[in-house]
């Protein structure tokens, strides 16, 4: 299949739609829900955590989407969050250790108790890590020593040598963070929340 965002609302969607509907919201599609909504300018939507959900901009749009974590959800957010966005969880647990330290010893007790190693801590992971770094490096190296070899850079290649080391510094500083589900736009979205199987009690 098309990997393309849109092909979600093209193909994906509608062959969902059909199936449950065939099923008579039985099997697999036991108590499938579908909400379909077209949210406007200033208006803001709140999508319960767990909660499958797609947004398709139909004009220019400007989205501001923020992330909700509470001490009711944040086991769930914490396992979540150290697994698919490992450096920011090491960065949000430092931040926990200041402002929350009880927080933090629950994040450190879930750890232990899932037996779970955080990017910081994992040696095979920081080797792969700086692996990949320098070899970026090397590859932005030979590709300046290339422009120098032409004997002059363009100000469009300054400005790019500029914004990867920019981004580089960028990556290694402290991201803080936390994880949920929330949103908000300036012009109109159509927004699909699917799935309600998938919600978790809160």
Request: net charge positive.
């Amino acid at each position: 299949e098309d990997d393309e965002a849109i092909h979600y609302f093209t193909t994906i969607l509608p062959r969902m739609k059909r199936r449950a509907a065939a099923c008579g919201g039985l099997g697999d599609y036991a108590n499938f829900e579908c909400y379909e909504f077209t949210q406007f300018a200033g208006e803001t939507v709140y999508i319960p955590h767990g909660w499958w959900h797609a947004v398709l901009n139909v004009t220019h749009t400007v989205g501001i989407t923020q992330n909700f974590c509470s001490r009711r959800n944040f086991d769930v957010v914490w396992r979540e969050t150290r697994g698919g966005r490992k450096k920011m969880a090491c960065s949000w647990l430092r931040r926990l250790r200041e402002r929350y330290p009880d927080l933090a010893r629950r994040a450190e007790e879930l750890n232990t108790r899932d037996g779970f190693v955080m990017w910081e801590d994992d040696e095979v992971e920081q080797k792969k890590w700086r692996r990949k770094r320098m070899e970026k490096e090397r590859r932005r190296m030979e590709k300046k020593k290339g422009r120098e070899r032409k004997g002059s850079t363009t100000e469009k290649e300054r400005k790019e040598d500029k914004e990867e080391r920019k981004e580089d510094k960028g990556r290694e500083k402290n991201i803080t963070g936390s994880c949920g589900s929330s949103s908000s736009g300036r012009e109109s979205k159509r927004t699909r929340v699917g799935s309600a199987r998938e919600v978790s009690p809160e």
